[in-house]
């Protein structure tokens, strides 16, 4: 098991144009969070889901930000229309079972809109 | 609304002092309380996780207390290393399911 994994692990993109970030969890972890991390802040939640069920997205979310777990493994998040407000680090999380257990962050993917 | 704050917001001390980060949350409402370690440019290391049934954990040179009633949690490192130079992040988990970051102490440790 190598934990969890994020890639890009950088993008650079213009404004306007539209990004996807992929995150691969550990295996056999069912629940699947994403957050994004402004400079000098903590991390906030976005979204996560339980297998491929989305169960919860934060105020954050804007209609321009869209994540999948289409099988219950990997997941996408996927951000249209960028603006330079969107340049943050995205981190990617994974748990067994519930908040009760601990999550494991990926190396998260920095995202600097131009 | 759930708010943690973690004091102090930087931290520079000489190698081999023993130090206390501190974090603070307003609703006691938990689930559990758990301390994260970020070095620059990446993702977050659990370093402990304290059940909310729990008043501490342990983990080789690391302590960390939790205090429900009074809302608060400190995490204590002892002899200190250059190592020890990062971001501490406490995070508090919610009833709800929902995960409050504080925004963490820059620690550095100088040798």
């Known amino acids: 098991d190598t934990g969890v994994s994020q890639n890009p692990r950088h993008k650079i993109t213009k404004r306007g144009q539209n990004v996807t970030f992929r995150c691969d969890p550990i295996?056999?972890?069912?629940?699947l969070y994403w957050y994004r991390q402004t400079l000098g802040q903590g991390p906030e939640f976005l979204t996560y889901?339980?297998?491929?069920?989305?169960?919860?997205k934060s105020r954050l979310l804007s209609d321009r930000f869209s994540a999948e777990r289409p099988k219950g493994s990997f997941s996408t998040l996927e951000i249209q229309r960028t603006e330079q407000g969107d340049s943050a680090m995205y981190l990617c999380?994974?748990?067994?079972?519930?908040?009760?257990?601990?999550?494991?962050f990926g190396p998260g993917t920095r995202l600097t809109v131009l | 609304k759930q708010e943690v704050t973690q004091i102090p917001a930087a931290l520079s001390v000489p190698e081999g002092e023993n130090l206390v980060l501190n974090c603070s949350f307003t609703d006691s409402a938990i689930y559990n309380l758990q301390w994260f370690r970020q070095d620059p440019g990446k993702g977050l290391t659990s370093l402990l996780l304290i059940q909310s049934s729990q008043r501490e954990q342990t983990s080789g040179r690391l302590n960390a207390s939790l205090d429900k009633s009074s809302g608060r949690s400190t995490l204590y490192i002892a002899a200190s290393q250059p190592g020890d130079s990062a971001t501490y992040l406490c995070a508090v988990i919610n009833r709800d399911d929902k995960i409050i970051f504080g925004k963490g102490t820059r620690l550095h440790i100088l040798p």
């Open positions: 295996s056999e972890h069912n629940r």
């Open positions: 889901f339980q297998n491929e069920a989305q169960l919860e």
């Open positions: 999380a994974s748990s067994f079972a519930g908040p009760g257990d601990t999550q494991y």
